[in-house]
């Protein structure tokens, strides 16, 4: 296996494995925060990142029968929820090229603001 390079997010609100920390998604690419799995709740994303794909797979889920592919940790290998290729269902046509990740799988993760690297003046500073 080669050497993996890993996209750290930028964001001040992010996704993350909950399994290895590895960055998966910022907050702003949510689609949707009501979407379920078998095991409870799970979020639609535009994209994410830090992923690698399974192979398709046509799966009948609670909206009908899709084509997915699941998506693993690039990181850990931990499965993390699947990716919507095809919709058979033309009223389902807006998930195709979105991404599902399971809540449970996930934690939310926020960059602290560090005020003592920020440049600036203090009260100290002024005379």
Known sequence: ??????????????Y???FCHTHLAPSDNILSWSFNCRRGRAYLFSDVVNIT?????????LSGMHTVEDIFC???????GWKY?????????????KFVLERWRIAEATEELNLDACDGSSDADTP
């Not at 296996?1 to 992010?14: D, I, P």
């Not at 794909?53 to 889920?61: F, H, W």
């Not at 290729?85 to 090229?97: C, F, I, L, N, T």
């Open 74 to 80: 690039v990181c850990c290998g931990q499965i993390l």
């Open 1 to 14: 296996m080669g050497r993996v390079f890993l996209v750290e997010l930028q964001s001040r609100s992010f």
């Open 16 to 18: 993350k494995c909950r």
């Open 53 to 61: 794909l399974g192979p398709q797979e046509d799966k009948m889920m």
């Open 85 to 97: 290729v095809a919709a058979h269902d033309k009223s389902q046509k807006y998930k195709e090229g």
